[in-house]
């Protein structure tokens, strides 16, 4: 399927594609005047629901972290688990793939804290 991009101007690669709009037993022509507008009315319509949906997502989020509910992403490790992970690290006993199943965690993770943590 062909995504449009915005700076696509009344829908210019969906009448490079020849697509073509039905109606119930009508058939539209982008190449038609009736049948571009319709393209333009719909695609106006999409993009404006688009808009609409991006600020009652933006709203929704300041309502919740004004109310403390939306905080960021969590800490997957404890700090308890992160001192017991470094501390591991530092004494050199295990390696990194030893450490990720120890702390079920993934290999990108035991990079970032032991990065964090020379920081």
Do not use: W
Not at 29 to 43: E, Q, S
Not at 64 to 91: E, I
């Amino acid at each position: 399927m062909h995504q449009v991009n915005r700076a696509d101007t009344a829908g210019t690669s969906l009448f490079a594609l020849g697509a073509t709009t039905r109606e119930s037993r009508s058939v539209y022509d982008p190449n038609d005047p009736v049948g571009r507008l319709l393209f333009n009315v719909l695609g106006m319509v999409a993009e404006f629901e688009a808009d609409l949906i991006r600020a009652r997502t933006r709203e929704g989020m300041q309502i919740a972290k004004a109310a403390g509910k939306l905080r960021g992403r969590q800490l997957t490790l404890s700090k308890t688990k992160r001192k017991h992970l470094l501390d591991l690290a530092a004494a050199g006993k295990h390696t990194q793939a030893e450490l990720t199943e120890l702390f079920d965690v993934s290999r990108t993770m035991i990079y970032r804290e032991l990065r964090r943590a020379t920081k």
